[in-house]
């Protein structure tokens, strides 16, 4: 696979039809930033590009007006929110909390109050307290009680009409967008689910736990329709004798041909954040990891974000143990090829097996070797970072950060 | 029932300073007529009640935030909610649902303070309640001052899989050390190496016995017997194949598939049998990085199987006679670092207690409001040590008799948390 011909599946018909073709992440610089007097846990650009979005180690959401800067609170979790999404006609900001409900709010409120709060709702660790604030709230236009155990996840399908939810009961559900009805409950994960995606066709719906477990579901009748192994992405740590894994995100490219899935592999001790960050590409037509996307320094972290790019590249977000952090740029090489001298079933002696034919034993090497691929360019962020989402028009790119700042870049 | 302690004057303060003049080790052992001995026949007395422990360790630091100190909406409080207990007015981390229900078997400190972050130190002073020195651990006092003279199995069993070991019999006889069970199998090393008949076997034992007896000349006694007493203790645990066989599908159902689950059902089975002590080591809790989702899913295991046996153990009307302990060698910082996680933090955690000799349903003491300190009643390891020892029976203001020295059970700069006591 290359990035920039006719047969490119990282969306290049998009990038024709939306102009960003020529996009540059290597010119990308920060234009904006903002700051929360918490840490921040992702974000998400609003899709006319005025809002950035984001969820913060406190109840709150956050709307940050990019123009003006002003800041407006989401009050109406319980608990922290680690993922957004919104309708398909932009209007409503939806969020998964680890409350169990998913939260409907208006990005643009017909109400919004100004309340008196007190300072240490705002304040740093580091900051003297002041007085008081002024906060401009904003309440929910509707809670919904999705899960038994944290909602982990949302997800609205492309046509607006369905939505999609994981939880800690280790359900993922099926709702119409309509009116928030429960259409399916999918049954089948062991461990945690932490993200699901409706693919872009409208016909299935894919889901990953904590143990690397993929499931593609059928969305009209909620049954299993296939597996796809991502155990590399998770690790038993034998000295704590725990799992961790799993998707910190997921995502599809445009076409639906790619799923990326961002997390970490080759756990060495998880309780100390030891463990490489990797996003997993998967061939949707194959269910097979093609590409292992690896930081350039493959520093310990997590990779806490996934997106694809119209322009042909996939872009990362990672949050360093050292609490630094980056945003990687790759492209996908082709799968490599075979020699099929080489590979025409040849036994540990070097014998031919007359048995196996080429096809097969290729098919075999991509299965078995999915390609590493460095990024082509790395913006380097002074913290660590733990949510990624580009405007509509790719043109830049938010992402939320350890410290509480919310930072924007141009490309 | 919340238990608080008379605000004003806290003598613990003044213990501390004494506490460090006195320092660590045997010296304590110049103590002598602080207390009384602990003489024959009140030990025959408490060995006579069958009194029994069960303790849980949650290794690497439990989360008082995630456990049993919520502080929800709070600047440290993260992500989770405090939800309702058995216990009107007495709330718990939402990620123990199952415990929750059994709250009313169990009363919560939540005011102790280590002054270490530690993990060697933190373990040792919850086990030993001293600060440091060689002392035994409550394991293995319990051993020595509660196991019944006619049982065969060792006093104190430790079913874990790895973490930090050492003498936990301190100055104690060998006998009343910890034996150590991998998960749920028997004792390594006793059974006989490939290729070694029976009879072979035998006469190598009489040949153990015959040095045993020569070495024995001009030692102690009571050593070499205690060594003997160890070997013999073990081999008789694991003579009970039944212990380690495979477990019951039922129960197994009832109580997880998980390691922790098995071996939980193993303590079970230990404390009917009689062993004195049992403790079960649940890893997985010391969480820099992710403390969220590790607690999500560490406490998710430990919380519906602890349910289980606490409720077992009531049911079988054990529960006034087994003292049941959760605890950690410290709890988390407040602060939530870069890596949503939460570093070690021994100025403000919590254990639960509860069973045999401890007033159930209560709250002794409580932490400020972002739980960044204790607010009142601290306590600490010392003090715990005590209540464990008083809950059973045993007067922990008294002293050991070790070959004629006076050594202070208890440490004798603190004392039982005497509104826990029932």
């Not at chain 2, 070991?165 to 090393?189: D, I, K, N, W």
């Amino acid at each position: 696979m290359s990035c920039n011909d006719d047969s490119n599946p990282v969306d290049s018909k998009v990038a024709s039809d939306t102009g960003v073709a020529e996009v540059d992440p290597t010119k990308a610089k920060e234009i904006q930033k903002f700051t929360h007097g918490r840490p921040l846990t992702t974000c998400r650009v609003e899709p006319s590009g005025k809002y950035v979005f984001v969820g913060a180690e406190d109840y709150g959401i956050y709307r940050f007006d990019l123009e003006t800067g002003d800041k407006v609170a989401y009050l109406g979790h319980d608990s922290w929110v680690r993922r957004f999404d919104f309708s398909a006609d932009g209007k409503t900001l939806l969020s998964s909390g680890w409350d169990g409900r998913i939260g409907f709010w208006d990005v643009e409120p017909a109400v919004i109050v100004e309340v008196e709060i007190a300072a240490a709702v705002e304040k740093t660790e580091k900051e003297e307290a002041k007085a008081a604030v002024i906060q401009s709230q904003v309440a929910a236009t509707k809670m919904i009680e999705a899960h038994q155990g944290f909602s982990r996840w949302v997800h609205v399908a492309p046509d607006g009409k369905t939505i999609a939810t994981c939880g800690n009961d280790k359900l993922v559900k099926v709702w119409s967008a309509k009116k928030m009805k429960l259409r399916r409950q999918c049954v089948g994960h062991e461990r945690h689910p932490w993200a699901v995606m409706i693919h872009p066709n409208g016909q299935e719906l894919v889901s990953e736990d904590i143990m690397g477990e993929i499931i593609v579901w059928g969305l009209k009748d909620g049954k299993q329709r296939s597996k796809i192994d991502a155990s590399v992405m998770t690790g038993f740590d034998l000295k704590f004798q725990a799992d961790m894994g799993g998707a910190r995100a997921m995502a599809f490219n445009h076409a639906g041909t790619l799923l990326g899935c961002a997390g970490t592999t080759n756990v060495v001790n998880a309780f100390a954040g030891q463990q490489d960050p990797i996003i997993c590409i998967i061939d949707w037509e194959s269910k097979e990891i093609t590409h292992h996307l690896r930081t350039k320094d493959n520093k310990p972290g997590i990779e806490w974000g996934v997106h694809f790019h119209p322009a042909g590249f996939v872009a990362g977000c990672f949050a360093g143990q050292s609490n630094n952090g980056t945003v990687e740029f790759w492209r996908l090489d082709e799968l490599a090829v075979a020699e099929p001298e080489a590979a025409v079933g040849a036994d540990a002696d070097g014998d031919l097996d007359p048995e196996k034919s080429a096809s097969t034993a290729v098919a075999e090497t991509e299965k078995s070797k999915p390609i590493e691929q460095k990024p082509f360019h790395v913006v380097k962020v002074d913290k660590a970072v733990r949510g990624i989402d580009f405007s509509s028009d790719g043109r830049r790119f938010a992402i939320a950060c350890a410290d509480g700042s919310l930072r924007v870049y141009e490309l | 029932m919340t238990m608080r302690r008379n605000k004003g004057c806290n003598p613990i303060d003044h213990d501390l300073s004494r506490r460090g003049f006195m320092g660590g080790g045997l010296m304590a052992g110049a103590m002598a007529g602080f207390g009384t001995l602990l003489s024959p026949a009140m030990a025959a007395k408490m060995k006579g009640q069958q009194k029994q422990i069960l303790q849980v360790y949650l290794q690497g630091g439990v989360s008082q935030f995630e456990s049993w100190d919520p502080k929800p909406g709070t600047t440290f409080g993260g992500p989770f909610r405090a939800i309702p207990t058995s216990v009107p007015g007495t709330q718990i981390c939402e990620l123990m649902p199952h415990t929750a229900k059994k709250m009313h078997l169990l009363s919560i400190v939540r005011s102790i303070n280590l002054r270490t972050n530690d993990h060697n130190k933190g373990m040792l002073f919850m086990e030993k309640g001293r600060p440091a020195g060689t002392y035994p651990y409550v394991g293995s006092v319990a051993s020595k001052y509660l196991s019944q003279p006619d049982n065969p199995l060792p006093g104190f069993v430790h079913i874990t899989t790895r973490g930090l070991s050492g003498e936990t019999a301190g100055f104690l006889e060998a006998q009343h050390a910890q034996l150590r069970l991998e998960g749920v199998q028997p004792p390594q090393h006793l059974g006989l190496p490939a290729g070694v008949s029976e009879d072979l076997a035998l006469r190598s034992e009489n040949l153990r016995l015959q040095l045993n007896q020569q070495f024995k000349t001009g030692r102690s006694r009571s050593l070499i017997d205690s060594y003997d007493a160890s070997f013999d203790q073990a081999r008789q645990l694991i003579k009970r194949t039944h212990l380690f066989g495979d477990q019951d599908e039922k129960e197994l159902d009832r109580y997880g598939r998980h390691w922790f689950g098995r071996r939980c059902l193993l303590a079970r089975t230990l404390l009917e049998e009689g062993v004195t002590c049992v403790k079960v080591t649940h890893h997985g809790y010391d969480t820099h990085a992710e403390n969220f989702n590790f607690h999500v899913e560490q406490l998710d295991e430990f919380d519906k199987t602890f349910a289980t046996l606490l409720g077992d153990i009531e049911e079988r009307g054990m529960l006034d006679n087994v003292l049941v302990i959760v605890y950690s060698e410290f709890g988390r910082t407040p602060a939530i670092n870069h890596k949503f996680g939460r570093d070690h933090w021994g100025a403000s955690l919590s254990v639960a207690m509860g069973g045999c000799g401890i007033q159930a349903g209560g709250v002794v003491g409580s932490t400020n409001a972002d739980g960044t300190a204790v607010k009142d009643r601290e306590v600490d390891g010392g003090h715990l040590f005590h209540t464990y020892l008083q809950a059973v029976g045993i007067d922990s203001q008294q002293n050991h008799d070790i070959d004629g020295r006076s050594i202070p059970i208890g440490d004798p700069v603190t004392e039982p948390i005497k509104e826990l006591l029932s």
